[in-house]
């Protein structure tokens, strides 16, 4: 079992350093919103789930679960607000459409 967290929580830091990488290099909020999105979505839940295996279930385990499923839930809809902002910013959107 220690084996399989060190695994996941090695390929969830794994997965947020090269999202990290990818935001120094990206040049508009847009691709930098793409690149952020792995983080919230495979980064923390991979990190979460080798917390929760090394710790063991209880109450502390409980919380990592909670928030992990709180990122993973308000992540996207928060990227997805931010690039409607941004799209209705550059003009690209109209602003009396429905969402």
Request: aromatic letters at 2%; hydrophobic letters at 55%.
């Amino acid at each position: 079992m220690t084996v399989a967290a060190q695994v996941l929580v090695f390929a969830g830091v794994a997965v947020v350093l090269l999202s990290s990488a990818g935001l120094v290099r990206a040049r508009d909020l847009l691709t930098r919103l793409h690149l952020l999105s792995p983080v919230t979505t495979l980064g923390a839940p991979l990190i979460g789930i080798g917390l929760v295996l090394v710790n063991g279930w209880h109450l502390g385990s409980g919380a990592i679960v909670v928030t992990v499923a709180l990122l993973v839930v308000t992540g996207p809809v928060v990227q997805a607000g931010t690039a409607r902002l941004e799209a209705v910013r550059r003009g690209a959107l109209d602003e009396d459409l429905p969402s």
